[in-house]
Each structure stands twice: as C-alpha cells, then as structure tokens.
C-alpha cells in the first residue's frame, strides 16, 4: 500500500458569505454584514490548491452543500419571520472549511488497519451543525472502498465535535504509526468551547485507536478567550513537527513531555508570546498554517498572506528561516475572501492519509479539473453577495444552478 498524505480542500460554495454567525471567532463577527465576493473566494481556494499540487503533493477536494438548505429551513418551519440569523445560517458555505468536516484516524493507527474517518457533528453553532448529514454523503462516496476505510456516523450531540481542527497527529512519516493528539476545551469561557472532551474520546474509541499512542490535551482557556475557537488557531503538526504557540495548551510542559515521550523524535518548535502575542497570532493566522513534507522531504509552511504581510510575525519567521529548524520553506498563499470568515488555509483541508488509489478519484484532482472547475466558477458563482439579499428566491436559483454545473461538470450529480 502505498499511503501519502492527501488534502481533501473545500470548494468554496456560491453562497459564500459574512453573515457573522460564529461568536468567538473575531475575524466572522468583525466582517458581519460586508459584502462578499464568493466567484474570487472559490478561485482563490482552487488557486491554494492548485498551489499546493504544483508542489508535487496530491491534492483533493469536496463539494459545496445544497444552499439555502432546504432540510433546514422545513425543520424551523421558516416562512419569511424567522429570525435573520437562523436565515442566514441555511445559507451559510461554512462547509468549505473541511478541517470541521470529519476526525480523520490513518489505517498505520488503528486496530482494523482501515482509515477510519467519523463525520463531525458541529452542534456549537447552528448554520454548521446542519453540515453532517450532507458531508456524511460526499464521505461515503469518497471513502466508499470498505476494505480501506470505516466511515462513521457523528457521535451524539450532548457532545459538541468540530473534527480535524482540533486532532493533531504526529508520526517518523505519515504511512508509519503514529501518535494522535485530541484538543478539547472546557465550556466557561466568554466564548464557546466548542470540542468536548467527551466527543474526542468517543472518536478515539470508535477509530480503534491504540490508547498508549493517544493523548488528550485541553486547550488553553485563554486561547479560546482570546478568539482561538478551534486548536487549529494555534498549533499544526505535521510527521515529526509541532508547531505551536506558546499559550496554546493549558499545561503546555505537560503537553510536549507527553508528546516528547510518547514520539521520541519529536521536534517542538513554540513561539513564544513575547514575540508574537496570541492577539497577533490569532490576527494573522500564523498557525492555521498547512505544514507540509514535500516529496524533497523538506517540510514547508503554507500561510495566509496576513501573516507574511504582519511585521511581528514576519519578523519571527525571518529569524526561523535563517535558523537551522525543521521547517525550511514559508510559502504565502491569498485567500483572504476565506480569512475574513476566520477560515485560513489550514481550516480549508481535511487531511487524510490513504492510498490515493483507494479513494473515488472523481474527488481528486488533477490541473485539467482544476480548469474545469474554474470555468464552472467563473461562469456561475455570483460576484458578490451583501447579507441583506440572503433569502431572495432570485439568489437561491442562482446558487442552485451554480452548484448543480459543478456537480454535472465533476460526474457527482448524484450528490444533488
Ligand atoms: O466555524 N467561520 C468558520 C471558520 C472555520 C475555521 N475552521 C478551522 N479553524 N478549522 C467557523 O467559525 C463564519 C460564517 C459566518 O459568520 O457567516 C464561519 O462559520
């Protein structure tokens, strides 16, 4: 079996837009009621990926959900008075950010040898908590090969599961064993914790993971305080390497001796908060960063031009460059239509290490889909929306049709 890493990217649905539904997350709430461009954020998002497979990794994607969704507005029995949150929230793209789509377990990790994916529920917030059932659909037709992969349904919702943005894993190389590392915060806070320990749990229990390779670590409560609504704020890892914010975890001693102990070649590189402080991080995305080991085996960081353009955090990863660290490449990418949802590269990819050739390939992607796509974008997606137009039937027809040409353009028409 020849497993690699793939990143599964979301594209960037036609109804992308700022409505401001994500307490705790400051660059949502901050860019409430903009105007939104989705035609330039789905090209930048295919733009990333395009970036990243000119690297030589492989590259994959799913599909933006039915918009507005029609499941949801019948349950909430919407007839034109219902609250302008809840509308929106049935026209949220939010599924673009697939590092929330599903916690992702290797087959080199778990008891049965398959890749176990289970698919996050995302009860905090109430335009993702109706992602699941459709993202569950493109997962069993993606993943369907059972021999390689257990796709499994969302643990209950008593217990709140945002998925890959808060699991780390960390291993020699991505096809050997590794350690798998599960962030949960504790509710309290002015903002919410929206990953319960209890769903990381259950999620480890359901992969078959191996209980001495598993960690769970509770989040900084000031980090979540201080707008990381999601581990993925603060901290990536990739094979060998964590990288982190200092304030990241509650114990963070605890946290890398366990992590030094259970990995022994593990290599930690904190930044520490007298150089970028956590405000400044979680401003620029430093840390939503997609580390990636390149087919040189060199590893690189792809970041939000935000963070490139930050004079403190710039200043940090000039002096990290010219230091002898694992991390030898910063690679700047623009997707600022995306950020200014608090959703950076990282948010925008699900990781899953499989063999590509195990995986439906019409998810994967190649420079001639990606042009493909490209066309649908242009030709369909809306130029802007202003949150005021969410609920125009015009609009709705609008997305829908966009939506569908892609779907008949990509052969997934039975995702309609
Ligand atoms: O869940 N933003 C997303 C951003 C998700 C980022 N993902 C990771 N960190 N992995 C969220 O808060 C904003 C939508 C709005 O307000 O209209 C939003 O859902």
């Excluded at 405000?279 to 935000?306: C, H, R, W």
């Excluded at 239509?337 to 195990?358: E, H, Y």
Aim: hydrophobic share 45%; aromatic share 6%; with cysteine.
């Amino acid at each position: 079996m020849n497993a690699v890493e793939i990143n599964f990217d979301g594209i960037v649905g036609p109804s992308h837009n700022y409505a401001g539904l994500s307490l705790g997350n400051l660059a949502a709430t901050a860019h409430a009621g903009d105007t939104s461009y989705p035609r330039a954020a789905a090209l930048q998002g295919v733009a990333k990926m395009r970036h990243n497979m000119a690297l030589g990794l492989t590259q994959g994607f799913f599909l933006p959900l039915p918009r507005p969704n029609p499941v949801f507005l019948a349950a909430i029995g919407a007839d034109g008075s219902e609250d302008r949150r809840l509308r929106a929230a049935a026209w949220s793209a939010s599924s673009m950010w697939t590092a929330n789509a599903a916690t992702v377990s290797p087959g080199a990790d778990t008891t049965d040898g398959r890749c176990h994916l289970t698919v996050a529920n995302l009860v905090t917030m109430p335009h993702r908590s109706q992602e699941w059932p459709d993202t569950l659909r493109q997962l069993r037709l993606a993943f369907g090969e059972e021999s390689s992969f257990a796709v499994h349904d969302p643990v209950p919702p008593c217990f709140g599961d945002e998925g890959a943005a808060n699991h780390m894993r960390m291993t020699a190389r991505h096809a050997e064993p590794g350690i798998e590392i599960f962030v949960y915060g504790k509710s309290g806070g002015a903002f919410p914790a929206r990953q319960h320990e209890q769903a990381s749990r259950a999620v480890a229990r359901l992969h078959g993971l191996d209980p001495t390779r598993l960690l769970f670590v509770e989040q900084n409560p000031e980090a979540i305080a201080a707008g990381a609504f999601h581990n993925d704020v603060v901290a990536v890892a990739n094979e060998r390497v964590l990288f982190t914010h200092e304030l990241a975890f509650a114990d963070p001693e605890g946290t890398y001796a366990a992590i030094r102990a259970a990995l022994p070649e593990a290599e930690i590189v904190i930044v520490p908060a007298d150089a970028v402080s956590l405000a400044d991080a979680i401003k620029s995305y430093l840390f939503n960063a997609q580390l990636l080991t390149l087919p040189t085996g060199e590893m690189a960081l792809v970041i939000p031009l935000e963070a490139w353009e930050h004079p403190r955090v710039r200043a940090w990863l000039d002096g990290m460059l010219a230091s002898n660290g694992p991390i030898r490449r910063v690679l700047p990418v623009d997707v600022r239509q995306s950020m200014a949802n608090g959703g950076g590269p990282a948010c925008l990819r699900l990781r899953v290490v499989a063999d590509p050739a195990t995986v439906d390939p019409r998810f994967l992607l190649d420079p001639a889909k990606a042009e493909r796509i490209e066309t649908i974008i242009a030709a369909y997606w809306p130029e802007s929306i202003s949150p005021g137009e969410l609920g125009s039937e015009a609009l709705a027809e609008k997305v829908n049709a966009a939506r569908h040409a892609l779907l008949e353009a990509l052969d997934l028409a039975e995702l309609s």
